[in-house]
């Protein structure tokens, strides 16, 4: 049974750092890209970050660039997200996806693997 489980999000001020982490099982971790994204009320799920099979390459949105930093533990089946200097409008739920496809895909739809999401918000 595959599961993508988050931890790590909470309530944070403005200008405050966070690390999200997310476990993996029942799939061949290091055999499938890891990326993040973030969905806010009312929002399209925006992706932030993806990260390649080994850890070698990284891919970033626009929004996430110099503010987040994503990583994997190939040995730990988990990939982690720290995010920085948050502002209140990254307030969103943060989800972890598993893609087979390599190059550091962007859309949801190249993820097959979800998690339930970990909720982030940051007050002003």
């Known amino acids: 049974q595959v599961q993508l489980v988050e931890s790590g999000g909470g309530l944070v001020q403005a200008g405050g750092s966070l690390r999200l982490s997310c476990v993996a099982s029942g799939f061949t971790f290091n055999a499938y890209a890891m990326g993040w994204f973030r969905q806010a009320p009312g929002k399209e799920r925006e992706f932030v970050a993806a990260i390649s099979r080994s850890g070698s390459s990284t891919w970033y949105g626009d929004s996430a660039k110099g503010q987040f930093a994503i990583s994997r533990d190939n040995a730990k089946n988990t990939v982690s997200l720290q995010v920085n200097m948050l502002k209140p409008e990254d307030t969103a739920v943060y989800y972890c996806?598993?893609?087979?496809?390599?190059?550091?895909?962007?859309?949801?739809?190249?993820?097959?693997?979800w998690g339930r999401g970990t909720q982030v918000t940051v007050s002003s």
């Open positions: 996806a598993a893609s087979i496809l390599s190059g550091g895909p962007v859309r949801p739809s190249s993820y097959g693997y």
